[in-house]
């Protein structure tokens, strides 16, 4: 088994978040396999550190820095710049089986039983259920299929401007092949099913096992009030959609990803990759709205209570001081 592996991809600070928060939901159900991250060039360093802390394996991937085939292949399609990175997974090939998963998914269950598929699984897209949607899939790393898909997107680009696209063109034969290819829809619960079918919701969603947030507001883009655990959306209508997901989401990320970001600022000055602006944000993210005097604690002592997930947001860690202290580091 240690030569099959999850699989994400995270091309921004922000799906970096994302991918964090994926990782942590795949080791709390105890998945058994390797857990490895794709990283494009924009991701800051922070981010990065943060995500070797947490995936086995964190590869970046430069696609105008790649091979021959790619680069040419890019320099065609400009346009498919993240799809290129996202087939760079087939690269892996020290890994014998994967399971792709976006970043913006959320395991519920353990599913290391999704190893038993072959390639090409993955779940109907509700939108046009013949197409497989892209979001969860299991695959074979294969330079050979690799080469191949590359060829396909330079040659044919994509109907949809994206990977699905594309993966769909290549594994055409997926709507009626081979009905075990088809992943049940419990690998890829989506908000909208929800509203959309609401009497198959109330009957098969609590054995959703993979929950997928589509659509463009994804959860980093709400905060969250750590005092009275609630989500906080910017419209009333998308705070309402997943309420239940969203907030497990949210739990994952103060619970274990804050505390390890925390500890990557740690006591030194911020490193050049990492700006000013994206700690600004990670920090609002947590709004504390009450206040005690900080009590005394050495910056050892603090920093080991944040690596255990017990960050003081209302006193020593409270939106203030910390703002306080990022102010310190950015004079
Ligand atoms: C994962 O393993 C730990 C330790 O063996 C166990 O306590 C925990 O209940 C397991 N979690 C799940 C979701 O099965
Ligand atoms: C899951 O379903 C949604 C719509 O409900 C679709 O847009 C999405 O792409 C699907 N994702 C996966 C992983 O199948
Ligand atoms: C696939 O290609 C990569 C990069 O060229 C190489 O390092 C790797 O060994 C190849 N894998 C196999 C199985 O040939
Ligand atoms: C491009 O599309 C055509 C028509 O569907 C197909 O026959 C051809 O094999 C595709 N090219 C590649 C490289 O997949």
């Avoid at 191949?148 to 680009?157: P, Q």
């Avoid at 690998?187 to 054995?207: Q, R």
């Avoid at 990557?264 to 700006?275: I, K, R, V």
């Avoid at 990670?282 to 944040?306: F, G, I, L, N």
Wanted: aromatic letters at 12%; glycine letters at 6%.
């Amino acid at each position: 088994m240690a030569d099959q592996a999850f699989v994400t991809l995270a091309t921004t600070d922000n799906y970096a978040k994302g991918a964090m928060v994926l990782c942590q939901s795949l080791r709390n159900h105890n998945t058994t396999r390797k857990i490895v991250a794709l990283i494009g060039p924009y991701v800051s360093e922070t981010s990065r550190a943060v995500l070797r802390k947490l995936y086995d394996e964190v590869r970046l991937v430069d696609v105008l820095d790649s091979g021959d085939a790619t680069h040419l292949a890019m320099m065609k399609r400009p346009d498919l710049g993240v799809t290129f990175t996202k087939l760079h997974c087939w690269t892996l090939t020290e890994y014998s089986k994967c399971v792709f998963m976006d970043a913006d998914t959320l395991v519920l269950s353990n599913i290391d039983e999704l190893f038993e598929r072959e390639e090409l699984s993955a779940a109907p897209d509700p939108g046009w259920p013949d197409c497989f949607n892209s979001g969860v899939f299991v695959f074979r790393p294969s330079n050979e299929t690799y080469e191949k898909l590359i060829t396909a997107c330079s040659e044919n680009g994509s109907f949809d401007g994206g990977d699905q696209g594309v993966l769909n063109s290549f594994f055409s034969d997926w709507a009626t092949a081979d009905i075990s290819k088809h992943l049940p829809f419990i690998y890829n619960l989506s908000s909208i099913a929800i509203y959309t079918y609401l009497p198959a919701f109330k009957k098969y969603g609590h054995d959703a096992k993979v929950v997928h947030f589509l659509g463009k507001i994804k959860p980093w883009d709400y905060s969250f009030d750590t005092t009275s655990k609630t989500v906080k959306g910017q419209s009333q209508d998308a705070s309402a959609m997943h309420p239940n997901f969203l907030l497990q989401w949210w739990e994952l990320f103060s619970s274990f990803v804050l505390p390890q970001m925390k500890a990557e600022y740690g006591d030194q000055p911020f490193h050049s990759g990492c700006t000013e602006s994206n700690i600004h944000e990670d920090v609002a993210q947590v709004d504390t709205s009450h206040h005690s005097p900080p009590p005394q604690m050495s910056s050892q002592e603090r920093k080991q209570r944040w690596e255990q997930g017990q960050a003081d947001y209302m006193g020593v860690d409270s939106f203030d001081n910390i703002e306080k202290r990022l102010d310190s580091f950015l004079e």
